[in-house]
């Protein structure tokens, strides 16, 4: 039975999206993904929120507390969909893949699908945490607009993470370039330092990075703002995700081109 | 282990860290866990704490270095013989006559030694960046310190190690200590900002000591007695750290050679 080419690749879409998501913690156990996925960005978070309520005398800790918390989706974002990408060369896959007539796309962006669902439970843990441990108040939070506001977000995110994961083809260090654009999501998001108080050629790179509008957003929902008001912070939040992807789209389809070119597929 | 092994192989100690610096600096993440990762937490406390006055730049430059000696111990230290086991040289550092705890003291000092690169480059960024005006209030206490938080810190590795490599289960949770500690040993921000059932805690680390030295002398004006007590504490963690090591390093190395798991993950 001949399938048509939407099924096809929703079929593609579903199962790259599994197994590279299965490939990248099939090794693991789960205590290693609570220690590296769940604990680790939990203590960083209590770290930026007790040296915020240092730093503004504990009057701010829900402030600190909703910035770090939605800074997590970069966790999955960033490190899981780099390696989700940069796994196919390690693992010895990458040949096979650019082999297969599938549809590059579909390919492409199923390596991000389990890291945004798995970077929102990342982010609802952690304001689960705040509200539980650091008396995070969302009274007047409507919630399903800030659900929304963190799937946005963190779609945004494994935004950058897709390009970063094609950087990761062509470099070796990509440990240091994943920990180096992590960290310094801590400072341009806004998640710790108020956007306005930056430097301005600061403020104009944050404005350009994905997260900058979503964590501004989830404070205002928090502060009782309606859905209405940060729409168009939302709207752009996802455009940016958007750019970021396709960039990162069409630097894989280059270095495969260049690869195949060169004989280089597997080099760096 | 025996304890003038240090002083008898001296050489040893020096020629295993000068190696180990050598490769360690060509390393990606050796290199942001000394020099960018604590600069980025330097840039962030910098914003965060400018309204606290007094000598805060000071206290961001001591605090920031400690996060980079934190991690860097943790990530690298805490990996010193893993490392010799993925690049195939474990047998060999084992089966020389030299004693194999000397050898990864000597890893364990370079580690340490450039990890105060991240105080330096920390320092360099207040000062030229940032535009601060450093000093330090009392300068010969801070390098005493300094050199006793050293020792301290590389004792404490000494543990970590083999620890690491004997039992997995623990090594998974490695990146999740890297910011409890920054935590627990108020590393940017003092400890009874904490719970109250943290403080016990605290007080077993010896990062904790050091912080609190470290600070002390770089910018609080801390009484002398008040450094002498955490320099007793630093000297007898180190101590106690030896003694532990020194039973960690025969358990793992007989458990190796019993199991011949010596190169075996």
Redesign the interface.
């Known amino acids: 039975m001949r399938m048509n080419s939407a099924t096809r690749n929703l079929r593609l879409f579903l199962q790259g999206t599994l197994l590279s998501y299965m490939a990248l913690f099939a090794w693991l156990?789960p205590?290693?993904y609570m220690?590296?996925k769940v604990?680790?960005p939990l203590?960083?978070m209590?770290?930026?929120v007790?040296?915020?309520?240092?730093?503004s005398s504990g009057k701010n800790a829900d402030w600190f507390v909703i910035g770090n918390a939605i800074q997590i989706a970069s966790v999955s974002g960033i490190f899981g969909v780099t390696f989700s990408i940069g796994g196919d060369r390690d693992a010895g896959t990458l040949p096979y893949l650019f082999g297969t007539p599938s549809n590059r796309f579909v390919i492409f962006f199923g390596r991000a699908f389990m890291h945004v669902i798995d970077g929102m439970i990342g982010v609802v843990v952690a304001l689960t945490w705040g509200v539980l441990l650091m008396g995070l108040d969302l009274s007047r939070t409507d919630l399903p607009a800030l659900g929304l506001t963190i799937l946005i977000t963190t779609f945004s995110t494994c935004g950058l993470g897709l390009l970063m994961g094609c950087l990761s083809l062509l470099t070796?260090?990509v440990?240091?370039v994943n920990?180096?654009v992590y960290?310094?999501l801590?400072?341009f998001s806004g998640a710790?330092?108020e956007i306005a108080?930056?430097p301005a050629w600061m403020q104009a790179v944050s404005s350009a990075l994905p997260l900058t509008r979503g964590i501004a957003s989830a404070r205002a929902l928090a502060a009782g703002v309606p859905l209405g008001e940060i729409s168009s912070l939302l709207f752009s939040e996802l455009g940016i995700g958007l750019i970021y992807g396709m960039l990162g789209y069409l630097l894989f389809a280059w270095f495969e081109h260049q690869a195949k070119q060169r004989g280089t597929l597997e080099t760096v | 282990m025996n304890y003038f092994n240090f002083f008898k192989y001296w050489r040893t100690v020096l020629i295993v860290a000068e190696m180990s610096i050598r490769t360690q600096l060509s390393d990606g993440f050796v290199l942001f866990a000394i020099v960018f990762q604590p600069m980025i937490i330097a840039i962030l406390a910098l914003f965060m704490l400018k309204d606290k006055g007094g000598d805060f730049a000071m206290f961001v430059v001591v605090g920031s270095g400690l996060t980079g000696l934190w991690s860097s111990l943790l990530f690298v230290s805490g990996s010193s013989i893993s490392v010799e086991r993925w690049t195939g040289t474990l047998e060999s550092l084992v089966g020389v006559p030299t004693p194999f705890d000397v050898i990864v003291f000597g890893k364990n000092l370079a580690n340490v030694f450039q990890s105060l690169l991240s105080m330096v480059f920390s320092y360099a960024l207040a000062a030229w960046i940032f535009g601060y005006s450093l000093t330090l209030s009392q300068p010969v206490l801070f390098f005493v310190t300094l050199l006793l938080s050293m020792f301290a810190f590389i004792c404490f590795g000494l543990t970590i190690a083999p620890v690491f490599v004997m039992y997995r289960s623990i090594q998974q949770w490695q990146n999740a200590m890297e910011f409890p500690v920054y935590i627990l040993c108020g590393f940017l921000f003092p400890i009874a900002l904490l719970p109250g059932w943290t403080t016990p805690i605290s007080y077993l680390l010896p990062p904790y000591w050091a912080a609190l030295a470290l600070h002390g002398t770089s910018t609080a004006r801390m009484p002398f007695q008040q450094t002498a007590f955490c320099w007793i504490m630093m000297i007898l963690f180190s101590l106690i750290d030896l003694a532990i090591a020194s039973q960690l390093f025969k358990f793992m190395l007989y458990k190796a050679r019993v199991d011949a798991t010596l190169d075996v993950e």
Request: proline share 0%.
């Open positions: 156990r205590v290693t220690a590296s604990l680790m203590a960083q209590f770290f930026f007790f040296l915020g309520s240092y730093a070796a260090n440990m240091f920990n180096f960290f310094s801590l400072i710790n330092i108080t930056l």
